[in-house]
């Protein structure tokens, strides 16, 4: 930490980052993935679960086993997803490279299969569309993590727009944080070295 910002951490090389971001694969991530949009559905797919697999986690456990879920879960490919059987249930549930949680489990399995409907009404693409309809306005940059709001209004339309939709295990706070991840709202505290690269707008996201 540095005395005149508490939640900013000044690394190794000299730069201020946000204080989760210390070091190893957070610093790496926070650097160059949070914040930032991502291409596609498949893309927004995987935040989205990964997102519903931290809610009450830390995200380093889900960060250091994302491998593991990407392995278990073909690549986050909603067509194999939503095929997926009792056996295939049964062996995600036994593999010790994800987190082992039946409901999350379900949920993505159920979550894949509301992404082909949606698909099927809309068209590939809606899921990022969808998303990024539900953009916050722009705020000021937070100067502390007390600044950075838990869940938004917005967060909450998107989340009722998403079961509506078929979608499960997608909270208020939960897309809020899928809104952070993605870039869709730039929670980089005033000072990272990282904020100015994120945070590049809803219409980036699935372009």
Not at 113 to 118: F, K, N, Q
Request: net charge negative; proline share 5%.
């Amino acid at each position: 930490m540095n005395d005149l910002v508490p939640d900013l951490v000044l690394g190794d090389d000299g730069q201020l980052r946000c204080r989760w971001a210390g070091a190893g694969e957070m610093r790496a991530y926070h650097d160059t993935e949070w914040g930032r949009p991502v291409a596609g559905d498949v893309a927004v797919f995987e935040r989205l679960t990964l997102e519903a697999f931290q809610s009450g986690l830390s995200w380093a456990i889900i960060l250091r086993k994302r491998e593991g879920f990407r392995a278990a879960f073909d690549g986050f490919d909603p067509e194999r997803i939503a095929a997926y059987d009792e056996v295939e249930r049964a062996r995600l549930l036994a593999d010790a490279g994800i987190v082992r949680n039946r409901l999350k489990v379900d949920a993505t399995i159920t979550n894949a299969r509301a992404l082909l409907d949606l698909w099927d009404a809309e068209g590939e693409g809606a899921l990022a569309r969808l998303v990024a309809s539900h953009a916050p306005e722009p705020r000021p940059a937070p100067v502390s993590f007390a600044d950075v709001p838990g869940k938004v209004p917005e967060s909450l339309a998107l989340s009722k727009a998403l079961k509506k939709r078929g979608f499960v295990f997608v909270g208020p706070t939960t897309m809020y944080a899928l809104m952070q991840a993605l870039g869709i709202a730039n929670d980089h505290l005033e000072g990272c070295v990282a904020r100015d690269a994120a945070g590049l707008g809803a219409a980036e996201v699935g372009a």
